[in-house]
């Protein structure tokens, strides 16, 4: 069997960029032995050629019997949810309502400081990580804010 080599206005199938299928082309301009630009014989768009992707073997089906375990859920986690919920209750409970800051993206706030966010609610910062980023302790959980 003898290959032809192509030319242009040779017919190739080639992935289209409007359709976004594998159609027939007719080759508009080569570079050397490969197509170059290419027009969809359906849709007439003109474009740079895009080979047909190669076929994937398919997978191997994996033996019955061989099914992923449930991985258990991490053991540090729920512990460390229910110690972050009693820090935020020992510091929300018995704290001087005079001294909670509303939140604002302009402001600064120390590590220690009481605020109230209008979504998150009440919170303790935890500690400042940039010039403008705080670590903040919610009933929800933790939250990095922005400030200053």
Known sequence: MTTRKLAAGDIVEARCTRCRTLTNHTIVAMVGPNPARVECNTCRGTHNYHAPKAEK???AAK????A???RAPRAGSAASAASLQRDWADAV???DKAKIRPYS???SF???CLLQHPTFGLGLVRKQLDANKIECLFEAGIKLLRCG
Do not use: F, I
């Open 57 to 59: 073997a398919p997978k």
């Open 63 to 66: 033996a019955p019997g061989a």
């Open 68 to 70: 992923k375990a449930p």
């Open 93 to 95: 409970v018995g704290a």
């Open 105 to 107: 993206m302009q402001g």
């Open 110 to 112: 120390p590590a220690g």
